[in-house]
């Protein structure tokens, strides 16, 4: 099993509407929870953390942290063409070296206008 | 300012070479990872430094040296290197504590090993 999932794309949404990114982990313990963007070509941006269960709402983004079912979700409303990219669920795990940044393989986005 | 520069931006070098990526920041964090990405594929963690010691290695071939000179610099030393090495090395860094806190990116090393 994969130690962080995300849902398979790419998905492709019309301008205006509501894109949903699904993330799945494996270790209980973790604690800590990103999403990045990344653009082709460019290096990750961070677009949201969170670490409490719940949502975490942040302009057209809200992430959702569901630690019972070790899930993790990103929405983002009112989609824009300029949010296409590849967005990168990121969670922290440890082992008997440390703590780490461990990512899943990424969704990637496309907003048609 | 929550900055990470490297360089250089862009990397070619030849099977025999040898070569150094370079990473800076002044953030004050005490964490420095390097990542490798390849094409389509999320990042690779390669290693982690903590407090400027080597605290985490992911079994990454000796022909790739990290060192960390002090608190806002990490090097990557590269030697040898086969063609399947091309990628974009991407260098991190964050505070340290419980778990892992926000950990900011630079913009990459694009490498090619020709």
């Known amino acids: 099993q994969k130690e962080v999932e995300q849902n398979s794309g790419p998905l492709s949404v019309p301008e205006g509407a509501i894109a949903s990114l699904n993330c799945t982990y494996s270790d209980r313990v973790s604690q800590s929870f990103f999403w990045y963007r990344q653009y082709s070509g460019k290096s990750p941006e961070l677009i949201m953390s969170?670490?409490?269960?719940g949502d975490k709402e942040d302009g057209r983004f809200t992430a959702q942290l569901n630690k019972a079912s070790q899930y993790v979700s990103l929405l983002i409303r009112d989609s824009q063409p300029s949010d296409s990219a590849t967005y990168l669920c990121a969670v922290n795990m440890w082992d008997n070296q440390g703590g780490k940044l461990i990512f899943g393989q990424g969704t990637e986005l496309s907003v048609k206008p | 300012d929550t900055e990470v520069t490297q360089t250089p931006k862009h990397l070619v070098m030849g099977m025999t070479n040898k070569k150094s990526l370079k990473c800076e920041q002044h953030m004050g964090h005490r964490a420095m990872y390097w990542y490798k990405q390849k094409a389509k594929k999320p990042p690779e963690l390669m290693f982690v430094y903590s407090y400027e010691k080597l605290s985490i290695n992911e079994s990454v071939p000796s022909r790739f040296s990290p060192e960390c000179p002090n608190s806002s610099l990490l090097n990557l030393h590269l030697h040898a290197l086969q063609p399947e090495d091309s990628a974009l090395y991407l260098c991190a860094s964050s505070q340290v504590g419980q778990g892992v806190s926000v950990a900011f990116f630079g913009q990459g090393t694009r490498l090619t090993v020709v």
């Open positions: 969170i670490y409490s269960n």
